[in-house]
């Protein structure tokens, strides 16, 4: 007895429909069917309207999770090339961000001391990307 099978996956349901076909191919009738639905996953919405996604919570905890541990990581490494510099890190004085952009512009022409460049990795390594904003007209 030939049949054809009929499965459909939802977000929340699963389907199924087993329909007998006779000589030519044609359906004769409805062998079995079921349908499954389960609950939605999302979260329930504050205001009206469609919730997030249970994933979405998950998946920002675990990007903000990563960002923080890479740039912990980051300043890790920096802090070890500075050992290995003989320069301690807790004894390079914070300034307010003047002198940072001097020293950034200056060592793109001529050297530094290490201090400085110590100074402008470990900023560059807390904030990186541009921070600025462009106005498009």
């Keep these: 007895m030939p049949y054809r099978l009929g499965i459909d996956f939802g977000t929340a349901s699963v389907g199924l429909a087993c329909i007998t076909l006779d000589n030519e191919s044609t359906p004769e009738n409805i062998a079995y069917h079921s349908a499954h639905i389960f609950q939605e996953p999302v979260e329930a919405a504050t205001g009206g309207g469609i919730g997030s996604t249970k994933a979405s919570g998950r998946g920002m905890a675990r990007r903000t999770r990563r960002l923080i541990d890479r740039r912990a990581s980051r300043l ?30 200056q060592a793109t022409t001529k050297p530094i001391a290490l201090d400085d460049l110590a100074r402008v990795f470990f900023r560059m390594s807390k904030r990186r990307g541009y921070a600025g904003g462009f106005q498009v007209k």
Aim: aromatic share 0%.
């Design 76 to 105: 890790h490494d920096l802090a070890a090339i500075c050992e290995l510099l003989d320069i301690d890190p807790q004894t390079i004085t914070p300034d307010n961000g003047r002198r940072l952009h001097e020293a950034r512009s």
